[in-house]
């Protein structure tokens, strides 16, 4: 007979259960996820059946792997989020030999607010790497999430229009970096990531954004987390009207805004084309461009 298990709460007596590798790469996808993967992006990564996808993530809840939003949780997100739990941490800290501390692990009550953030966060993350599976010769060396950032994050000093001096701690949602095949020597793209989920005009943008993330480019700081100054600022965000008002605002800045690129969430994660299909637009340009071009 079939145990009858809670729906909210891990069970007093759970189901028996044998860790597996993929349970393992799971756990470890969901650490470096932003610390959180809805339902629909594990089945997507790890199974081929919603049914069997529902099972294991069950049977790991229970025994206190994974945890999961809560039915009110649930219902206002509009899906089922997965963190790690107790024994998830535990299995990655021994895995990799560090302390929690070290591990610093998402648990599933801090930043529940940014919950939906992050997952479109990770949206954007399946697409790039969707998209480098298309290019084989094209290789991800480091991926940095923001959890990351905020966890330690670079300070700079940059000016605003008028010239007055500010000082402003960088965390961008992400930063990567892909080396491509050149013609003579191999190409290396750094990228900082930003995804915007507001539907409404900033007019702050250009001074909470723009200046600040090129100051970030020219510094030291940027320098010595890197090793280089080289980088553009990919913004994503909701939709045609809100690109259009942050490119006109970056414009006022001058050229020197042309390391910013913009595309809708829509567009990012349209199926390969986040690096080379024309699809990300650049202050002072007329037409998008693709971040990639004869690769």
Same mark, same amino acid.
């Given at each position: 007979?079939?145990?009858?298990?809670?729906?909210?709460? %891990?069970? !007093?007596?759970?189901?028996?259960?044998? *860790?597996?590798?993929? /349970?393992? +790469? @799971?756990? =470890?996808?969901?650490?470096?996820?932003?610390?959180?993967?809805?339902?629909?992006?594990?089945?997507?990564?790890?199974?081929?059946?919603?049914?069997?996808?529902?099972?294991?993530?069950?049977?790991?809840?229970?025994?206190?792997?994974?945890?999961?939003?809560?039915?009110?949780?649930?219902?206002?997100?509009?899906?089922?989020?997965?963190?790690?739990?107790?024994?998830?941490?535990?299995?990655?800290?021994?895995?990799?030999?560090?302390?929690?501390?070290?591990?610093? %692990?998402? !648990?599933?009550?801090?930043?529940?607010? *940014?919950?939906?953030? /992050?997952? +479109? @966060?990770? =949206?954007?993350?399946?697409?790039?790497?969707?998209?480098?599976?298309?290019?084989?010769?094209?290789?991800?060396?480091?991926?940095?999430?923001?959890?990351?950032?905020?966890?330690?994050?670079?300070?700079?000093?940059?000016?605003?229009?008028?010239?007055?001096?500010?000082?402003?701690?960088?965390?961008?949602?992400?930063?990567?970096?892909?080396?491509?095949?050149?013609?003579?020597?191999?190409?290396?793209?750094?990228?900082?990531?930003?995804?915007?989920?507001?539907?409404?005009?900033?007019?702050?943008?250009?001074?909470?954004?723009?200046?600040?993330?090129?100051?970030?480019? =020219?510094?030291?700081?940027?320098?010595?987390?890197?090793?280089?100054?080289?980088?553009?600022?990919?913004?994503?965000?909701?939709?045609?009207?809100?690109?259009?008002?942050?490119?006109?605002?970056?414009?006022?800045?001058?050229?020197?805004?042309?390391?910013?690129?913009?595309?809708?969430?829509?567009?990012?994660?349209?199926?390969?084309?986040?690096?080379?299909?024309?699809?990300?637009?650049?202050?002072?340009?007329?037409?998008?461009?693709?971040?990639?071009?004869?690769?």
């Amino acid at each position: 007979m079939n145990q009858r298990l809670p729906h909210f709460k %891990p069970a !007093e007596h759970p189901p028996a259960l044998q *860790l597996t590798q993929r /349970d393992g +790469r @799971l756990m =470890e996808t969901i650490y470096h996820y932003e610390g959180v993967l809805s339902a629909d992006q594990i089945e997507r990564l790890f199974f081929t059946s919603h049914r069997r996808m529902q099972a294991r993530l069950s049977t790991l809840y229970h025994n206190r792997y994974v945890d999961r939003t809560n039915l009110q949780e649930q219902s206002a997100l509009g899906f089922v989020a997965y963190f790690l739990a107790e024994k998830g941490i535990a299995y990655l800290c021994g895995l990799w030999g560090i302390s929690p501390k070290e591990l610093n %692990p998402r !648990e599933k009550g801090e930043r529940m607010s *940014l919950v939906r953030h /992050d997952v +479109r @966060l990770n =949206e954007v993350r399946m697409a790039v790497m969707d998209a480098l599976r298309q290019l084989p010769q094209s290789e991800l060396k480091v991926w940095v999430n923001s959890r990351s950032f905020y966890a330690d994050n670079d300070t700079i000093w940059y000016l605003d229009g008028k010239q007055r001096k500010h000082k402003r701690a960088i965390r961008p949602d992400a930063y990567f970096y892909v080396v491509s095949p050149g013609v003579e020597t191999a190409r290396h793209s750094h990228f900082l990531l930003e995804l915007d989920m507001r539907t409404e005009h900033n007019a702050r943008f250009v001074d909470e954004k723009i200046r600040p993330g090129l100051a970030y480019f =020219e510094s030291e700081a940027y320098r010595n987390r890197f090793g280089v100054n080289a980088g553009r600022y990919l913004v994503v965000t909701t939709g045609e009207t809100r690109l259009k008002n942050m490119k006109q605002q970056a414009e006022t800045v001058g050229k020197a805004a042309e390391r910013f690129y913009f595309t809708t969430f829509e567009a990012a994660t349209a199926n390969g084309a986040f690096f080379t299909q024309p699809i990300w637009w650049r202050p002072t340009h007329d037409t998008p461009v693709a971040l990639f071009s004869g690769v």
